[in-house]
T-cell receptor, first 116, second 116 residues
Framework: GAGVSQSPSNKVTEKGKDVELRCDPI?????LYWYRQSLGQGLEFLIYFQGNSAPDKSGLPSDRFSAERTGGSVSTLTIQRTQQEDSAVYLC??????????????FGEGSWLTVV | AQSVTQLGSHVSVSEGALVLLRCNYSSSVPPYLFWYVQYPNQGLQLLLK??????LVKGINGFEAEFKKSETSFHLTKPSAHMSDAAEYFCAVIPAGGTSYGKLTFGQGTILTVHP
């Protein structure tokens, strides 16, 4: 597609439920990132994919968070047993290559997650 | 660890006035530097970036920023504010050298309000 596409755009879930957030990067982009944006913490890096592998998952806040990427394209971020502190906007971004800062990183519009 | 400081969480200007949003980084080796803009309920859009070369960088929508190594700064300016500039602005860095995977570290953001 023309841009980074994320779904759902909004999700309200009950505490304790699992949620899946999907990201469809720009075609041909091998690098994919997940970030979290919340009022108290600002923009935080979660995980980086190069192709289907994740050489940097240092930002995942707990073992309730996991992500995968298949076919070098679509990525899914899964949050198990959601807690209220997981409420945030989850942003996905992609770039042609991850190792070159000269490559522009493009962001999706985010998935707004509310845990009630 | 790399850090980014944006002075002023809120900046208010009149339409037509100069916009100045401040950003300082902390690292002994100058990082790659970025400014992103986020309009309400949207993702992040790249305004401009500095990787190498000329220290005065021009971006979209009439914005520019100057990298000053001696001041460890990368302030964003626009000569004349427009109502459509009202948004939140994020300064971000990627460490130079090493293996950063193009991972952005963001400042806390500055909300720009433009008054008629």
């Amino acid at each position: 597609g023309a841009g980074v596409s994320q779904s759902p755009s909004n999700k309200v879930t009950e505490k304790g439920k699992d949620v899946e957030l999907r990201c469809d990067p720009i075609s041909g982009h091998t690098a994919l990132y997940w970030y979290r944006q919340s009022l108290g913490q600002g923009l935080e890096f979660l995980i980086y994919f190069q192709g289907n592998s994740a050489p940097d998952k240092s930002g995942l806040p707990s073992d309730r968070f996991s992500a995968e990427r298949t076919g070098g394209s679509v990525s899914t971020l899964t949050i198990q047993r959601t807690q209220q502190e997981d409420s945030a906007v989850y942003l996905c971004a992609s770039a042609r290559q991850g190792e070159s800062p000269g490559n522009t990183i493009y962001f999706g519009e985010g998935s707004w997650l509310t845990v009630v | 660890a790399q850090s980014v400081t944006q002075l002023g969480s809120h900046v208010s200007v009149s339409e037509g006035a100069l916009v100045l949003l401040r950003c300082n980084y902390s690292s002994s080796v100058p990082p790659y530097l970025f400014w992103y803009v986020q309009y309400p309920n949207q993702g992040l859009q790249l305004l401009l970036k500095y990787t190498t070369g000329a220290t005065l960088v021009k971006g979209i929508n009439g914005f520019e920023a100057e990298f000053k190594k001696s001041e460890t700064s990368f302030h964003l300016t626009k000569p004349s504010a427009h109502m459509s500039d009202a948004a939140e602005y994020f300064c971000a860095v990627i460490p130079a050298g090493g293996t950063s995977y193009g991972k952005l570290t963001f400042g806390q953001g500055t909300i720009l309000t433009v008054h008629p």
